[in-house]
């Protein structure tokens, strides 16, 4: 069992139980983890749909792996020292690799592990064609789930598709069979509306899971108004992604039509605020204390 998951989740129920709703943007790499907390986040989202785009220039269809996802996440996990949320998709397979899906993001020291109930592959849950297995097998995928991390105090957090697919209501009542399963956050992914919003909080208990994405099928609605309807917890998992993608493309096209950047230093950071970003001035004092006392 890893220390650190037991630390990070601990930290993670505090949070969500805390008055103010959890604002927690997405990460695909340690150094958007990393940015992430320097601005003030109490938590990481390891967005699967951002590893998938960014590692690979591919679309979130179900394409990335455990592994590949695990070897991002455990990079996100080392960079900072708030909880990480991990998107384990539908747990790469049955209840039997769910079980090895939760032992091993438990490893890399992960305070929750998203599941969610789409048929495999799966797809974004802002995109359509969209199917979800049987309300049965998703709950003994969530208990397969509650058995593997023990009484490591790893946060469950159960997602569900049934709005896209069968519609509000099939959808609430897999999230209540979700929460008797054992799961600790309901995640109901795509409400078609403010309204469709505020009845997942009103008629699944515990705490719940918001999910804004930008030019997606749920309306945008500001965390303060998420959080009187009974959020506990927003993701938003591409904003960061998506701005980033813009500002490259920017100054990728710069250069191209230029043949320099002189014009656009102002959309970069400095080097001094790379440096500092990246940790330099640590690493210069290990390399003084350990590296040069030895030659």
Known sequence: M??????????????????????????????????????GFPVVYATGAGI??????????GLTSMAEILSQVYKMVGAVSIPV????DTGYGNALNIFRTVR???????????????????????????EVI???????????????????NLVIIARTD????????????????????GA????????????????????????KVANMVEGGRTPLVPAAELREMGYSMVIYANCVLRSA????????????????????????VTMEERNRVTQKAWLDDLERRYVQLGL
Do not use: W
């Not at 049934?162 to 399963?181: C, F, K, M, Q, T």
């Open 2 to 39: 890893n220390s650190a998951t037991i630390e990070s989740a601990t930290r993670l129920r505090e949070l969500l139980k805390g008055p103010e709703i959890v604002i927690a943007p997405g990460a695909y790499d340690g150094l958007t983890a990393r940015l992430i907390e320097l601005e």
């Open 52 to 61: 998938s785009n960014s590692q690979y220039g591919l679309a979130d269809m």
């Open 85 to 88: 949320v991990a998107d384990a």
């Open 104 to 130: 091993e993001f438990m490893r890399a020291g992960v305070a929750a592990v998203q599941i969610e109930d789409q048929v495999s592959p799966k797809r974004c849950g802002h995109f359509s064609g969209k």
């Open 134 to 152: 049987p309300t049965k097998e998703a709950v003994l995928k969530i208990q397969a789930a509650v058995e593997a991390r023990g009484d490591s």
């Open 162 to 181: 049934a709005i896209a697919v069968h519609g509000l209501s099939d959808a609430v009542e897999r999230a209540r069979a979700y929460v008797e399963a």
């Open 184 to 207: 600790d956050a309901i995640f109901a992914e795509a409400p078609l509306s403010r309204e469709e919003l505020a009845e997942v909080a009103r008629l699944v208990p515990g705490p």
């Open 245 to 268: 993608i813009l500002a490259a493309q920017e100054t990728l096209r710069h250069l191209h039509q230029q043949g320099h950047t002189i014009g656009i230093l102002g959309r970069m």
